[in-house]
């Protein structure tokens, strides 16, 4: 499939990203790549292979919560390089702005 320059620009401006004009071909070769990998791939013959979410079945990995007790507040605080109230104190990293 055949990728023009415009589709490019157009996903570009989707994403809110901005190229060069070698970006811009660079980026016009790759996905013509990828398409004509996605259209090889439709040339599998899928007839009777049954739709899978995963390609290996994992089951259940989770761990079977059990209650125990946690650290001690002050045990957990022992290292912190500066706390407050009982709490950590960290650097403010969201401005309200």
Do not use: C, W
Not at 58 to 63: L, P, W
Not at 83 to 92: A, N, Y
Request: a negative charge.
């Amino acid at each position: 499939m055949r990728i023009q320059k415009e589709d490019v620009e157009k996903i570009a401006k989707l994403a809110k990203l901005q190229f060069s004009e070698d970006e811009i071909e660079k980026f016009r070769g790759h996905l013509e790549e990828i398409l004509t990998y996605v259209n090889k791939l439709n040339e599998l013959n899928t007839d009777g292979v049954e739709p899978t979410y995963y390609v290996q079945h994992a089951g259940d990995v989770m761990r079977e919560d059990r209650v125990k007790p946690s650290l001690p507040r002050e045990e957990a605080l022992k290292n912190a390089p500066a706390q407050d109230k009982g709490f950590f104190r960290v650097p403010k990293v969201i401005d309200q702005t």
